[in-house]
């Protein structure tokens, strides 16, 4: 039944290292078939790497590799997006803003592709660069962010079309 209000917010239990929901939530989009104590080593050990970058070369504003963490989701989260709208029997790319819970969920996804997409490497190095790139601004997921936003301002003219 489409459009149900779930419980998974209430039921999410915080990260055992961290407290902190967000990680936690982060830890279950990157799991797979079930595997979470491998997510959680994959993504402990990404913050562990992040940690020892931060102790050569420090980022400001943050000052541990929580705040590296949720600046880098921060920074990749996309503020419009176009949604294809059938008008008139033709189909316009119509920008729209994005609801809080979807933009962390597509920075989520952004993230994690990224880090995917790469080859040759264990995994927590890959999202440790990743995340590390994002807290920057820069990356495969920020690129994905801008294209993201460059499509709604070309479509900007079909915003009228927004309900």
């Given at each position: 039944m489409a459009g149900r209000i779930t419980a998974s917010e209430s039921q999410l239990r915080p990260d055992p290292k961290f407290g902190d929901k967000v990680l936690s939530k982060f830890i279950n989009c990157i799991m797979y078939s079930g595997r979470k104590?491998?997510?959680e080593r994959?993504?402990?050990d990404?913050?562990?790497v992040i940690k020892g970058r931060?102790?050569?070369d420090p980022v400001e504003g943050c000052d541990n590799e929580l705040h590296v963490f949720r600046r880098a989701i921060d920074n990749?989260?996309?503020y419009v997006e176009v949604r294809s709208k059938r008008i008139g029997g033709a189909n316009y790319q119509v920008p729209m803003q994005v609801?809080?819970?979807r933009q962390q969920s597509l920075a989520f996804r952004w993230v994690i592709n990224a880090a995917r997409s790469e080859k040759g490497r264990p995994m927590h190095m890959k999202l440790a660069d990743e995340l590390w790139a994002a807290s920057r601004g820069e990356g495969k997921a920020m690129t994905t962010r801008d294209q993201t936003h460059r499509m709604a301002e070309a479509n900007k003219a079909f915003a009228h079309f927004a309900r």
């Open positions: 104590t491998s997510a994959c993504v402990y990404a913050l562990d931060m102790q050569k990749v989260k996309p609801k809080p819970n």
